[in-house]
């Protein structure tokens, strides 16, 4: 029920953003006379594999199980096409953000996309997907069709289970010791969550790098994230099937008209684009409609309603806080009422945060709060570009020159190998 609502909500604010981006034109929702421009691009096409393929960059698929059950695809890396030097150690553990994959860091191609970037700068590069996506669809004892179990997730067991497995994983194949970890959005939740929930592991990190990290969401301000919360929040603990309980996913109603849409170049660079900063901001010429053709062939990558409602009370209630079940139940489980903050003082370790200030889904005033509740802040780094958004991390021409510098400088100092 509450992915429907979702879905329709979605549908209208997407024929809003179509009707505004096209006043004045002579074409509607899109089509297009030139049928070239009808063609998919390829790399909307490809899965991440073949997406690096297509540059000359050799990906590796691994297969990661957690503790309970979750099959995550992690790529692979070794070395870029163009590094010129021997692989700096440790590797490097890149965690995407919210409705993305691990599509996400190539889809800006190789100029700009952080994977590539990385890869490039000879760090031996994995790339984490987490449960729900379309590379975490699956479960040893569960069927995400007709088991409503499994959808039953939300950041707090990304966090505790799926990057504490990836790491695991990573650590045995490599021979490393410890790892540098990069996580954007979602991908800094999970880290702070899984330091706060498992004993041991943020010590299996030298640094981590977080990108506007989801932590506290008090100071959100994006509309359409602002006017879906209530429906998440409030039917999340009546839903019983799997049709109900998956949202946003690969192939689902949302993704296949937004690719279908933005294939086209026009429609891409208007009405795709308005989509992206009603969701998002704006930055002017920041993300080139070659890239908003292609990321919608990956975006969204899906969830469950229970991550998304855990996302809402977290910007209803302003704090990082545990999922909040009820009085009763939170009693029965944490021993209060209310549910308990997560420990960020646990994360222990050297900690980079970096945010843009017009940033509206993780505001610049969390990211503040947030590097005032950390024992070992080493910087927190607003983007030198003004208008930088949310988004922009992962789909940004620019990154080579805005957010590459600083992380490369701390994953430099955090290599044992400075060799290149």
Not at 92 to 116: Q, R
Not at 365 to 382: A, F, G, H, R
Not at 400 to 409: G, L, S, W
Request: with cysteine.
């Amino acid at each position: 029920m509450t992915s429907k609502v979702g879905d329709v909500i979605f549908l209208l604010f997407l024929f809003f953003s179509i009707f505004k981006s096209t006043v004045g034109q002579n074409w509607i929702f899109g089509i297009n006379k030139n049928a070239n421009s009808q063609n998919f691009p390829r790399d909307a096409l490809s899965n991440f594999t073949e997406f690096a393929r297509n540059y000359g960059y050799t990906a590796e698929e691994h297969t990661v199980i957690t503790e309970d059950g979750y099959i995550l695809s992690v790529f692979r890396i070794p070395k870029g096409k163009n590094c010129r030097g021997r692989i700096r150690q440790p590797p490097v553990l890149l965690m995407h953000g919210l409705l993305l994959s691990s599509d996400s860091w190539l889809d800006a191609g190789p100029s700009a996309g952080l994977a590539f970037l990385i890869s490039d700068a000879c760090y031996d590069l994995w790339v984490g997907n987490v449960r729900g996506t379309y590379y975490g669809r699956r479960n040893v004892h569960l069927d995400p069709d007709t088991d409503a179990q499994f959808w039953n997730f939300t950041t707090h067991e990304m966090g505790k289970l799926d990057v504490p497995a990836i790491i695991d994983y990573m650590l045995n194949e490599t021979g490393s010791s410890k790892l540098n970890y990069i996580g954007f959005s979602q991908g800094g939740r999970i880290f702070f969550i899984m330091c706060s929930e498992t004993s041991g592991y943020c010590d299996k990190i030298m640094i981590s790098i977080n990108l506007a990290p989801a932590a506290r969401l008090k100071y959100t301000s994006s509309v359409p994230v602002l006017l879906l919360i209530p429906s998440y929040v409030l039917t999340e603990p009546f839903l019983n099937s799997p049709s109900e309980s998956e949202v946003y996913q690969k192939g689902g109603l949302i993704q296949k008209a937004a690719s279908l849409l933005c294939k086209d170049i026009i429609s891409a660079g208007t009405v795709c684009r308005t989509v992206l900063a009603s969701l998002d901001s704006y930055d002017p010429g920041s993300i080139l409609t070659q890239t908003i053709r292609v990321l919608f062939g990956h975006f969204p990558a899906g969830t469950s309603i229970r991550n998304l409602a855990f996302y809402g009370q977290n910007v209803i209630g302003g704090r990082f806080q545990k999922y909040d079940y009820g009085p009763n139940k939170n009693l029965e489980l944490y021993g209060t009422v209310q549910p308990p903050l997560y420990n960020l003082n646990r994360t222990n370790i050297p900690v980079v945060l970096m945010y843009g200030e017009n940033d509206v889904l993780v505001d610049s005033k969390d990211v503040q709060w947030l590097s005032t509740q950390l024992p070992n802040l080493i910087e927190s780094y607003q983007v030198k570009r003004p208008t930088w958004t949310h988004l922009d991390n992962c789909y940004s021409q620019y990154t080579n020159i805005t957010i590459f510098p600083k992380i490369h400088e701390y994953l430099r100092k955090y290599s044992t190998d400075d060799s290149v």
